[in-house]
């Protein structure tokens, strides 16, 4: 026997051994067990003295209520529960980001900025559905963003690139700036032209980083930019600020 904080319980120091001393009944104690067979489980015990007519102890009954699944259930709603909380933050800090980062002319296109990059957000989440909250696979979210914008009779957008698993804090940022790129792309690029394309392709540096690469052709005639949009800013404060990566 071993007590829940993990130290043995002598044969001396037992509750069985308590109750024969003394007497008083045991009621629900929880002991940490090692069976015979090597495995360890989790008991509530509940004893009572038994006395002879002139109240002498002259034993005790011990009943054994197995709780190990119970107490692995337990511990596992208290890990989601933390997880969750700690998802939910992540999630509203990149929603936050967002808002205060979306800027426009009328509220009506503020809101359809701010609506594009929180259904970009709900498209990855469904992806982390699927895995279980490992992460989302960097293909599914480039293929999910761009899909809107592939014709099955033309090439408009080519992707390539190894599979790349991303944990759910990291797609979270690629997600937000595919959306920013492909909604650029599709107002002012190589989207908003008939015979315009993107390509998306991604690899891993000699230092172990991903290095992604977002590529127009066919679209307007390119001209150096007079001031940092809106988008830029997204990009630089969640892959530069919260990853720790380069925007160029």
């Known amino acids: ?21 003394t007497g ?15 495995s360890c489980g989790i008991a509530l015990v509940d004893i009572e003295a038994v006395k002879d007519g002139d109240g002498n102890i002259v034993g005790a ?6 709780i190990t699944e ?3 259930i337990e511990a596992q ?27 426009s002319d009328t509220v009506d296109d503020l809101k359809q900025l701010i609506e594009g990059r929180i259904d970009a957000l709900a498209k990855v989440h469904a992806l982390f559905v699927q895995s279980r909250w490992a992460g989302a696979e960097l293909r599914n979210l480039v293929s999910q963003e761009l899909s809107a914008y592939s014709d099955e009779t033309e090439a ?3 992707i390539d690139g190894p599979a790349v698993m991303l944990e759910p804090y990291s797609a979270q940022a690629i997600a937000i700036t595919l959306h920013e790129l492909a909604t650029n792309a599709a107002k002012y690029g190589s989207l ?3 015979a315009g394309r993107v390509e998306i392709a991604w690899s891993h540096t000699a230092d172990g980083r991903l290095s992604l690469r977002w590529i127009e052709l066919g679209g307007p005639t390119v001209t150096p930019p007079t001031h940092r949009g ?7 404060n969640i892959l530069a600020g919260q990853l720790k990566g380069e925007v160029r």
């Open 70 to 72: 119970r107490k692995r």
């Open 61 to 66: 009954v011990n009943c054994f209520q197995d």
């Open 24 to 38: 008083v009944s045991v009621r629900e104690q929880e002991v940490h067990i090692e069976r015979p067979d090597g």
């Open 1 to 21: 026997m071993f007590r829940p904080d993990g130290s043995r319980l002598l044969p001396h120091e037992c509750p069985m051994a308590d109750v024969l001393r």
């Open 230 to 236: 809106f988008g830029t800013r997204i990009m630089e």
């Open 156 to 158: 408009r957008v080519r």
């Open 192 to 194: 908003s032209a008939a």
């Open 77 to 103: 709603i208290v890990n989601l529960a933390r997880e969750a909380e700690h998802r939910t933050k992540n999630i509203l800090s990149t929603v936050l980001a967002t808002v205060r980062l979306s800027h």
